[in-house]
Structure formats: structure tokens, C-alpha cells
């Protein structure tokens, strides 16, 4: 294996398909029609799920943050990023799209967020005048599972590849809320490479982009530094073997890559001559990780 750090700033890291530039203008333009932004974060990497060119664009906009997939991540840490936007004036709620918890809340919030407003147009005499809220985030955040639940129906078209939402629709909440759909946007750069790493390791960008191996062996890294105890149990491999492992007199990279080799023997990801086949014991650690199997994980810490 040759060292990792070296491969991955090697990586190219730019991913801008052609859609994105025009959905960016879109969502500019709809801006101007709507009351309040409904920006949806992964709970695991708020910052790094958050596109800066959006929240740009929507400064002068009301706003709600929706943490979602909340059940995947740490719940201290979601606590910790809840208090971290209400410190920048910014309401935020915890939402789980696939079990619907925290749904009713997120209903709430954006009724009391336009609460004052509404008074103001009855004051006018426009009585009964639907709120109007753009939903957005960026691919893979949940944004169609989030939509289908608050609507209470299927109502956008769900995949598992990012970015398949693509068509612009309004979506009826209640007798209070409409909801403006929009496709999700990445933005042309990211702003480090450890963002890209993120947007990976949840599957925001394809591991076309970055290569499957190189992303787990960063999330191997991060697990051992930051949640060993889960790594441990899910792949069944002892803290004795991982200090060994540390302690080997070779660079830090051959030491956690050995590491994540144990993990494929242990999940019998063994081929010819009783090597590991590392392609196959990436692909487990990453969706195991993105399906929450190794437990609740927040890569971002504020």
C-alpha cells in the first residue's frame, strides 16, 4: 500500500456536473417567491453538508435548519449542533425522514418562524395566506425522504444515487405550508480537502471521485481516534490488537492500513494466497457506516 496521505492529496476532488450550475440559478430566481429556506444537513457532518454558495444566497432569508438523519448520528453531539446554531440566531431541529420523528417539531418551528409575519398580512387584510418554504440541501442529505414524510405521502421521487431529485414542484404540508422542491446542489470547490472526505464518507460524492480505499482508510482512522470501542465490537477485534498495531516501528498510515485488513479478515474478505481483498473490505466499512451498523457516529465535532 503506498501511503495514504500522498494519495489522497493526489485525488481530484472537484465534482460539478453541469445540472448543478443551473440549478444554483434556479433556486436564485425562487428565492424571491418563497417566505422561509428549509435547508436540510446530515447530522453526521453539519458544516461540511452545508453548501456555502446556498447559504450565500439565502442570508437575507428566513431560515430553518433540519439535522437530519439525526438517528445516525451521536446524540450528544447533535445537542452540541443544536445549541451551535442557536448561537448564530439560527432555529434548528433534530429529524429522523425514515421514522418521522422530529417531523412535527419542524412543522412547528416554521409556523412560530413566520408567526409575526402572517399577523402582519392579516393586519393588511390578506387572511389566510398560505406560508411559502424552499426545501434545500445538498444530494443525499434525505431531502425526498424528508418531503414524503412531512406531506405525509410520496410525493417526491426517493433513489439511492445523489441528485435524483431533478424536476422543481410544490408540495401541499397542511392548510398552512407549501413547500417548493428543489434538486440538490454541490458547489464547484470544496473548501478543504477534510469536506470532501466527509461528503465520501456519507456518500454524498462517489467513490469515482475519491478512491473506495483511500476514503476508508480515513474513516478507519477517524473510527480508531474518535469511537474504537464501536469499532471493536462491530468487527470483533480486540484494543490490545489495535495498539499493537499502533506500535509497530513503521509509518502511522502502514499501521491503521494493517488495521483495516484485520477488519476484512475478519469479515472473510480473503482471496487468492490469503491476501485481503481491501476493495471489498472498503465497501463494508463505508456502507456499514452510512447505514449506521456500526452505531450512532458524528464525524464533525463543534
Same mark, same amino acid.
Given at each position: 500500500? +503506498?501511503?495514504?496521505?500522498?494519495?489522497? &492529496? @493526489?485525488?481530484?476532488?472537484?465534482?460539478?456536473?453541469? &445540472?448543478?450550475? $443551473? +440549478?444554483?440559478?434556479?433556486?436564485?430566481?425562487?428565492?424571491?417567491?418563497? =417566505?422561509?429556506? #428549509?435547508?436540510?444537513? =446530515?447530522?453526521?457532518?453539519?458544516?461540511?453538508?452545508?453548501?456555502?454558495?446556498? !447559504?450565500?444566497? +439565502?442570508? %437575507?432569508?428566513?431560515?430553518?435548519?433540519?439535522?437530519? $438523519?439525526?438517528?445516525?448520528?451521536?446524540?450528544?453531539?447533535?445537542?452540541?449542533?443544536?445549541?451551535?446554531?442557536?448561537?448564530?440566531?439560527?432555529?434548528?431541529?433534530?429529524? =429522523?425522514?425514515?421514522?418521522?420523528?422530529?417531523?412535527?417539531?419542524?412543522?412547528?418551528?416554521?409556523?412560530?418562524?413566520?408567526?409575526?409575519?402572517? @399577523? !402582519?398580512?392579516?393586519?393588511?387584510?390578506?387572511?389566510? %395566506?398560505? #406560508?411559502?418554504? !424552499?426545501?434545500?440541501?445538498?444530494?443525499?442529505v434525505g431531502k425526498s425522504s424528508f418531503i414524503n414524510k412531512i406531506a405525509q405521502k410520496s410525493s417526491a421521487k426517493i433513489g439511492n444515487m445523489p441528485g435524483i431529485t431533478k424536476q422543481k414542484q410544490w408540495i401541499r404540508v397542511n392548510d398552512k405550508i407549501e413547500l417548493l422542491d428543489t434538486p440538490g446542489v454541490l458547489w464547484p470547490k470544496f473548501e478543504n480537502e477534510q469536506v470532501a472526505l466527509n461528503l465520501a464518507f456519507t456518500g454524498t460524492i462517489k467513490d469515482t471521485i475519491l478512491e473506495k480505499v483511500d476514503i476508508a482508510y480515513y474513516l478507519t482512522k477517524f473510527l480508531i481516534e474518535n469511537y474504537?470501542?464501536?469499532?471493536? =465490537?462491530?468487527? @470483533?477485534? +480486540?484494543?490490545?490488537?489495535?495498539?499493537?498495531?499502533?506500535?509497530?516501528?513503521?509509518?502511522?498510515?502502514?499501521? #491503521?492500513?494493517?488495521?483495516?485488513?484485520?477488519?476484512g479478515r475478519k469479515r472473510g474478505c480473503i482471496i487468492s494466497g490469503g491476501n485481503i481483498d481491501e476493495e471489498k473490505t472498503a465497501g463494508i466499512l463505508l456502507d456499514e457506516f452510512k447505514n449506521g451498523k456500526l452505531g450512532k457516529i458524528t464525524i464533525e465535532i463543534c
Open positions: 500500500m +503506498t501511503n495514504k496521505e500522498e494519495s489522497y &492529496h @493526489k485525488s481530484n476532488i472537484n465534482w460539478y456536473p453541469g &445540472h448543478m450550475a $443551473k +440549478t444554483k440559478r434556479q433556486i436564485e430566481e425562487d428565492l424571491k417567491i418563497v =417566505d422561509i429556506v #428549509i435547508e436540510l444537513l =446530515d447530522s453526521r457532518i453539519p458544516i461540511s453538508s452545508q453548501n456555502p454558495d446556498i !447559504m450565500q444566497l +439565502t442570508k %437575507r432569508k428566513k431560515k430553518l435548519i433540519v439535522l437530519n $438523519k439525526a438517528d445516525l448520528a451521536d446524540e450528544n453531539k447533535n445537542q452540541l449542533w443544536i445549541k451551535y446554531f442557536e448561537r448564530r440566531e439560527v432555529p434548528a431541529v433534530l429529524v =429522523d425522514s425514515n421514522s418521522g420523528k422530529g417531523i412535527e417539531k419542524c412543522i412547528k418551528q416554521i409556523e412560530e418562524i413566520m408567526s409575526e409575519d402572517l @399577523k !402582519m398580512q392579516a393586519n393588511k387584510g390578506r387572511i389566510g %395566506r398560505k #406560508i411559502k418554504a !424552499m426545501v434545500i440541501g445538498i444530494p443525499n474504537r470501542e464501536k469499532l471493536c =465490537d462491530r468487527y @470483533k477485534i +480486540t484494543n490490545e490488537l489495535i495498539e499493537q498495531k499502533l506500535s509497530q516501528q513503521q509509518p502511522e498510515n502502514e499501521n #491503521i492500513y494493517e488495521i483495516m485488513l484485520e477488519i
